[in-house]
T-cell receptor, first 113, second 114 residues
């Protein structure tokens, strides 16, 4: 069974540009979570989608947004990129609302120059 | 509010010696606690979880953790380290109420030398 897949693996952008990160959850999982792992910091919760709806978001500015598609895959969009947005972005999926066991993808390394 | 503090950013052990990764938590509600492991270039993997059942929790790869409410701790241990245990370990807390967001600690990097 395929795990959580994220694309691209690496993404290089310049300040002010937009980045789009993609995530495909495990088959049958309806919840998708996005986390940011910046250097020296723990994972910071970004967004939670379930059944196509945004259920909650972390303490990030509105230029971080996303969506979940009918097939439960998800996109994370970051507009007006800033240098401090450089981080590893991890996607995780679970089988239902608040599911305890998260399955993580390998992440997208975003570098903002 | 929930938070976790991982007391060591790096822990170095020799192969075959015991591993102790320390974690203290803070939670307004009865928490669930987890340990996740992140190997280089791989996604995070759940090692074990505590959800108010037995206080001593056994996980994968020989790891275990003990929930101590009086000390608000959830330390991760393993009797004998293996080279393949070298990775980043995250202690995680989740409130058992409301939106069940996972709150991650800053991580402990485990280094295992031959």
């Amino acid at each position: 069974e395929a795990g959580v897949t994220q694309s691209p693996t690496h993404l290089i952008k310049t300040r002010g540009q937009q980045a789009t990160l993609r995530c495909s959850p495990i088959s049958g999982h309806t919840s998708v979570y996005w986390y940011q792992q910046a250097l020296g910091l723990g994972l910071q919760f970004l967004l939670w989608y379930d059944e196509g709806e945004e259920r909650n978001r972390g303490n990030f500015p509105p230029r971080f947004s996303g969506r979940q598609f009918p097939n439960y895959s998800s996109e994370l969009n970051v507009n007006a990129l800033e240098l401090e947005d450089s981080a590893l972005y991890l996607c995780a999926s679970s089988s239902g609302q608040g599911g305890e066991k998260l399955f993580f993808g390998s992440g997208t390394q975003l570098s903002v120059l | 509010a929930q938070s976790v503090t991982q007391l060591d950013s790096h822990v170095s052990v020799s192969e075959g010696t015991p591993v102790l990764l320390r974690c203290n938590y803070s939670s307004s509600y009865s928490p669930s606690l987890f340990w996740y492991v992140q190997h280089p270039n791989k996604g995070l993997q759940l090692l074990l979880k505590y959800t108010s059942a037995a206080t001593l929790v056994k996980g994968i790869n020989g790891f275990e953790a003990e929930f101590k409410k009086s000390e608000t701790s959830f330390h991760l241990t393993k009797p004998s380290a293996h080279m393949s245990d070298a990775a980043e370990y995250f202690c995680v807390v989740r409130a058992n109420t409301g939106f069940q967001k996972l709150v991650f600690g800053t991580g402990t990097r485990l280094l295992v030398s031959p």
